[in-house]
């Protein structure tokens, strides 16, 4: 969310198989025409199952003077166009999130984290573990740390965290390394905090709790801590903000945004997912409803079976 400015994204490159997308009809030689052929049809299904939910979803409006699209003119991400930008996937040998909690939590602050690293399997469909919770030092020399007011409290460098703690400490088979914490973030002297930062280049990323509680009950808490962190991850794999739909994807300045967002994926962005994970959007939807039911998300479940329905 507010990590984007601070994510490097890889640049465009070709992908061997055809596909017409939003810049015209892209040709490239493939050595395996029948691996061309398949990745076209399931270049074309994924494009069906984009227009059958794209009713389900708002088109993004025009950004107030607070929002983020205010702030940042940014182009959005295609479907298409993720898959000409070579992006970071899961492989084999690297497709599990792990989830290491970072200091010291609250009860209500505990069970969002495992509601939260459930509903991140279901969303990406790859293996979560969550690690067990690591300390944070009582105390960190400048600029790693910093006091601001209102009230008076301390911020912790997301570098530091990314750098000193997760780095060290990531798994070889790890997609991501993603990291909770109760203490408020902040990337470096020219911003006020953030809700979260990513590194593509090293996978791992850190969010924070600190803020999301902000005049909520524990309801409105969980799902703003489930946007935040698929959201996160979707860096992580690559993704842009998304700026064609309302989306869980799209950039957010403040709480009000970020609760106007839905807690899925746009079309495209659905389909980005189904397509680095090899999975089908109905099996998407299927873990979604399970997910939701478990956790007695009534919107949520309806939501869910009517992007399964649409796509069966």
């Known amino acids: 969310m507010m990590s984007a400015n601070y994510l490097r994204l890889i640049s465009a490159s070709c992908i061997f198989f055809l596909f017409s997308g939003c810049n015209g009809t892209h040709r490239v030689s493939t050595a395996n025409s029948s691996a061309a052929v398949e990745a076209t049809k399931d270049y074309i299904e994924l494009r069906r199952a984009i227009d059958k939910i794209a009713p389900f979803f708002k088109s993004m409006g025009k950004p107030g003077k607070d929002d983020w699209l205010w702030t940042y003119k940014e182009p959005g991400q295609t479907f298409e166009e993720y898959i000409a930008s070579s992006p970071v996937v899961p492989t084999p040998d690297r497709k599990i999130i792990y989830i290491q909690p ?89 911003m006020y905090f953030v809700f979260g930062q990513a590194s593509l280049e090293n996978r791992v990323g850190v969010w924070s709790l600190f803020r999301l509680d902000d005049r909520a009950d524990f309801a409105r ?68 409803i399970g997910f939701a039911r478990a956790n007695k998300l009534k919107k949520a479940i309806l939501d869910f079976e009517r992007k399964k329905k649409a796509v069966e």
Not at 145 to 151: A, E, L, N, S, V
């Open 221 to 288: 808490f969980l799902e703003r801590t489930m946007k935040i962190s698929v959201h996160e991850i979707g860096h992580m794999f690559s993704f842009r903000h998304c700026t064609k739909y309302e989306c869980v994807m799209s950039g957010t300045n403040h709480l009000g945004e970020t609760d106007r967002r839905p807690i899925d994926a746009c079309p495209e962005c659905m389909a980005k997912i189904a397509w680095m994970t090899k999975q089908k959007p109905i099996e998407r939807y299927e873990r979604l």
């Open 102 to 190: 970072l200091g010291e939590f609250r009860t209500d602050e505990s069970k969002v984290i495992g509601i939260v690293s459930d509903y991140v399997k279901a969303f990406y469909g790859l293996d979560v573990r969550k690690l067990p919770v690591k300390s944070l030092p009582s105390k960190l020399f400048e600029p790693d740390q910093r006091m601001i007011d209102y009230p008076k409290h301390r911020q912790i460098r997301t570098g530091y965290i990314m750098d000193e703690i997760l780095r060290p400490a990531l798994p070889k088979d790890a997609a991501a390394l993603i990291a909770f914490t109760s203490e408020d973030l902040y990337p470096d002297s020219s």
